[in-house]
């Protein structure tokens, strides 16, 4: 019995990590169709060009998706605790790595190309609206392979992991 609810956690976590990246995925796609009405704040961060912090990137991926994270307590504890942990783990590591990106994009090692910084640095409306991962943009054709290393990048002070914005 704790094992099969251990497996159906296991599960639901994937699950809802798998598709948080996709919701996060045409969120963003969305917001470059509306760039004045839904998009107004995402417009901002593209003038700006920099993360408001993983803390506080966490904090509003949170508010975006607590209304899913939590409902599916209703069909099993062991669905809604692997649901809610996968939904939080995801968007903790998409905060990280949009701030990261921002940042430190020769640190996104688990993407051939940072995707989100690529999407900022060559003004991409059209391509590359992963935040976290790439997949996506595979899947629904906006990926655009991009040569984005140049004198710039090589050139910029190499930081650790760590060393980025947090607040």
């Not at 251990?6 to 699950?15: D, G, H, L, N």
Request: glycine content about 8%.
């Amino acid at each position: 019995m704790v094992e099969q609810a251990m497996v159906i956690a296991i599960a639901s976590f994937m699950i809802a990590f798998i598709l948080a990246s996709l919701v996060e995925y045409w969120v963003h796609r969305i917001m470059h169709w509306y760039p004045q009405g839904a998009g107004a704040r995402h417009l901002d961060h593209h003038r700006r060009n920099e993360g408001q912090g993983v803390v506080w990137e966490f904090l509003d991926y949170i508010k975006g998706t607590i209304l899913v994270m939590v409902p599916m307590f209703l069909v099993s504890l062991p669905v809604g605790l692997g649901w809610f942990l996968g939904a939080l783990a995801f968007a903790a590591f998409s905060a990280y790595a949009h701030q990261l990106q921002h940042e430190n994009p020769l640190k996104c090692f688990w993407m051939k190309m940072p995707v989100h910084y690529v999407h900022h640095k060559y003004g991409q409306w059209n391509h590359n609206f992963g935040l976290a991962v790439d997949w996506w943009d595979h899947v629904f054709g906006t990926y655009k392979a991009t040569d984005w290393i140049d004198e710039m990048e090589l050139s910029r002070p190499q930081k650790g992991y760590t060393e980025l914005r947090w607040f």
